[in-house]
């Protein structure tokens, strides 16, 4: 099989890490299509096992845990037998997402359901990544409670934050979210420091995940056609932002903020990432 060249394996990871889709992609770079999908499972492969090595024993603070929604083929909602049967992970497809309040590192993601089963799956995975006891806030959805007790025991300070929501009647009603009226804090475990009970980090790299991978803007005809390529997009956007992407505010990479890596990557490391990834594997 005749492969792209490095030069072009950089220029099609740069588009889609800015937010460009595959189609846009193959017209910027003038890769195929095909080579295009094939270079992504290949890098989100790389980039999903990395970063599982890298980010371990992380001594973390605050962090912060939200869910965030997509859908591979259409939304769940419009889900007929015809399409399940035709591909059965076709519905709506939630990505969980941690981050560390303070060097914005964000620790694990799961991609899957909206469920109890993967709220524990994931938060098991987050205790794992961590070196010391944590203050974690979530919203106010039920499973997390027993996810993280499953996963934490007693060993963590744990905090609740709902939003209260109310209508807007001079508002746009489709695409416009709801007014936010107020929030209603609550402690479940620990002594968490209150000052610091927020999901305003998480909830701002919901909109950063939805800027920079075109699979997660709203109204899109961009969406996934594939369970798998939704993950390998998103391993490959938190390979982006951890170690390659210098945060505004931190002026380096949350990686090297958290003292994960020592320098800011490049889109060239990330291919030779992956090409020793595969190449250790043969």
């Not at 992609?25 to 492969?45: I, Q």
């Not at 919203?139 to 963590?156: C, W």
């Not at 020592?262 to 889109?267: A, D, L, N, Y």
Request: glycine share 4%; aromatic share 8%; hydrophobic share 40%.
């Amino acid at each position: 099989m005749n492969r792209i060249s490095t030069a072009k394996q950089v220029a099609v990871i740069s588009a889609l890490v800015e937010g460009c889709s595959v189609r846009s992609t193959v017209r910027l770079t003038g890769v195929s299509k095909g080579a295009v999908l094939r270079l992504l499972a290949r890098v989100g492969t790389a980039c999903a096992a990395y970063q599982a090595a890298a980010i371990r024993n992380v001594a973390a603070k605050r962090v912060q845990i939200d869910e965030i929604w997509s859908f591979v083929a259409c939304k769940q909602k419009n889900l007929t037998d015809a399409i399940r049967e035709k591909n059965p992970q076709a519905g709506d497809a939630w990505t969980f997402v941690a981050i560390e309040a303070q060097t914005k590192l964000v620790l694990s993601w799961l991609v899957g359901t909206r469920d109890a089963g993967c709220a524990t799956e994931f938060l098991q995975d987050v205790a794992s990544r961590l070196s010391t006891r944590i203050q974690l806030t979530t919203d106010g959805h039920k499973m997390y409670l027993s996810a993280v007790e499953d996963a934490f025991g007693a060993d963590i300070d744990y905090a609740v934050l709902q939003k209260l929501y109310g209508s807007d009647p001079d508002g746009e009603k489709r695409y416009s979210p709801a007014k936010c009226i107020g929030v209603d804090c609550k402690i479940v475990q620990g002594d968490p420091d209150q000052k610091h009970i927020s999901t305003s980090y998480i909830e701002r790299q919901n909109l950063t995940m939805r800027m920079n991978i075109r699979r997660f803007t709203r109204l899109t005809n961009a969406f996934s056609k594939k369970l798998e390529n939704h993950a390998h997009s998103v391993a490959l956007f938190y390979m982006h932002y951890n170690f390659v992407r210098v945060h505004q505010s931190l002026r380096v990479t949350p990686a090297m903020e958290a003292g994960i890596s020592s320098r800011v990557w490049s889109i060239a490391d990330i291919v030779t990432l992956m090409d020793a990834s595969e190449t250790k594997v043969a």
